[in-house]
Nanobody, 115 residues
Framework: QVQLVESGGGLVQPGGSLRLSCAASGSIFSASTMGWYRQAPGKQRELVASITSDDSTNYADSVKGRFTISRDNAKNTVYLQMNSLKPEDTAVYYC?????????WGQGTQVTVPY
């Protein structure tokens, strides 16, 4: 059973940086597409960034040039480096793993950027 555990959220001032981490258990990580999603209060969950097993990346327009997704298959971990944070980045950030029928979510980590 694959499990995902996120860490690295917190409170940061506008313009600051945070790095989120998501550690996966099990043996399918390296073959999986990993994604970071976020959900703000009263809004739908949205894709922030994703990375495929061959390191192809995709970003939401709102974070392009500010956020970077990366993965370390030796550590079964995916990262989201977030720079130049804005109040509108405030949300719960979720890690997601997809491979064939697997669609697994982490518990989420809160990121707060005050006005």
């Amino acid at each position: 059973q694959v499990q995902l555990v996120e860490s690295g959220g917190g409170l940061v001032q506008p313009g600051g940086s945070l790095r989120l981490s998501c550690a996966a258990s099990g043996s399918i990580f390296s073959a999986s597409t990993m994604g970071w999603y976020r959900q703000a209060p009263g809004k739908q969950r949205e894709l922030v960034a994703s990375i495929t097993s061959d390191d192809s990346t995709n970003y939401a327009d709102s974070v392009k040039g500010r956020f970077t997704i990366s993965r370390d298959n030796a550590k079964n971990t995916v990262y989201l480096q977030m720079n130049s944070l804005k109040p509108e980045d405030t949300a719960v950030y979720y890690c997601n793993l997809r491979l064939v029928w697997h669609n697994i979510w982490g518990q989420g980590t809160q990121v707060t950027v005050p006005y």
